[in-house]
């Protein structure tokens, strides 16, 4: 089943230049009457992706992700700009690219609804042509990894939205495909299996040199699996770097909630400012970019600590920062 490479010299797998998608649509203004107004849904993006990386794609709803992402598999044809994926032009050869990538929508499942999960991968294997011995191979990792053995006999109907979502993420990849698409791949799911799913990511990267591309509202989906982000809002591209330069751009804070043994005065502890008092318990702002170990250390030995957990920031709040900056800059 393996394709040639038509990129073989280049090491950006994924290319984007100046890539807009205007869709138009039609407002009701009357009985009989209406309007019809273009959105920008994605406005002239650039972007490239070397073969091998785990990037984050990650902005509000309605930002433009799933735009972009429909527009790399092919669902969607680009307005303009230039778009290749591992050489290939997404929208003019979809069936061809779809033996090269791996996508999981979010809500949307690629399983087959009524039928037990194994026969969803039986008739992958014979849709993709993937060789027995290499199906057999993933599908054992899969199943072990994503702790899917007592699913296999279930109908995909019955299984809950965690269940499915890590089923959806072997339908992925059983034919071994180069790129992977995430939306919201830890969606649903507690935080064992969350922890699996990672591992199984970061794995997955490291040993087959997989190109993931990430879309989701977890920031430690982003902050465990990928050392690059990029930050879309209103179809436009707002950042591309590392997550720590993102949140010293938004300037973001995460929450520390400190449970003490008893009722204190707000805490005096460096870099780190009381937001909130609630009896025992209080909650310290810190900078995002800041690791939290050190300011745990000191209050653990300052303090009467019971228990304390860290909140991350709001990564719609922090690319509201960005684009009021933006706005009036």
């Known amino acids: 089943m393996s394709q040639p490479a038509v990129d073989s010299d280049s090491q950006d797998f994924i290319e984007l230049d100046r890539v807009e998608k205007v ?31 785990m990037v984050g794609y990650i902005g509000p709803n309605g930002a433009g992700k799933s735009t972009t992402i429909k ?28 033996h090269r990538i791996g996508v999981v929508f979010g809500q949307r499942t ?15 294997h014979r849709m993709y042509r993937i060789p027995n011995a290499r199906y057999a191979e993933n599908l054992d990792r899969c199943v072990e990894l994503l702790d899917l053995a007592e699913l296999l006999d279930r109908p995909v109907r019955q299984l809950s939205l965690g269940q499915r979502m890590r089923g959806d993420i072997a339908a992925a ?34 040993e087959r040199g997989t190109t993931v591309l990430l879309t989701t509202h977890d920031l430690q989906d982003i902050e465990q699996l990928c050392r690059r982000v990029m930050v879309i809002d209103h179809g436009r591209l707002m950042y591309d770097g590392p997550l720590s330069g993102l949140h010293e751009v938004g300037e973001s804070e995460r929450m520390l909630v400190v449970d ?18 609630e009896g025992p ?35 719609e709040a922090v690319i509201a920062k960005m684009y009021a900056d933006r706005a009036t800059a």
């Open 260 to 277: 003490l043994e008893r009722e204190l005065p707000p805490l005096t502890v460096e870099s780190a400012r009381v937001v909130k008092v």
């Open 281 to 315: 318990r209080q909650w310290l702002a810190f900078p995002a970019a800041q690791s939290a170990a050190p300011l745990v250390a000191r209050i653990a030995q300052a303090y009467p600590l019971v228990d304390l957990s860290v909140r991350e920031p709001d990564i």
């Open 71 to 98: 527009m790399l598999t092919g669902i969607l044809t680009p307005s303009g700009g230039r778009l290749r994926v591992a050489g290939i032009d997404p929208s003019r050869e979809r069936i061809r690219l779809a």
């Open 23 to 53: 869709f138009d649509v039609r407002k009701k203004t009357g009985f009989l009457r209406s309007e019809r107004h273009e959105v920008r849904a994605v406005d002239s993006i650039s972007f490239t992706v070397p073969r091998g990386e």
């Open 110 to 124: 690629t399983l087959w609804w009524d039928l037990p999960l194994i026969d969803s991968y039986r008739l992958m």
């Open 173 to 206: 990849l059983l034919h071994d495909p180069e790129v992977l698409y995430l939306d919201e791949p830890t969606i649903g799911l507690d935080v064992i299996s969350k922890a699996k799913v990672r591992e199984f990511l970061r794995d997955l990267n490291a």
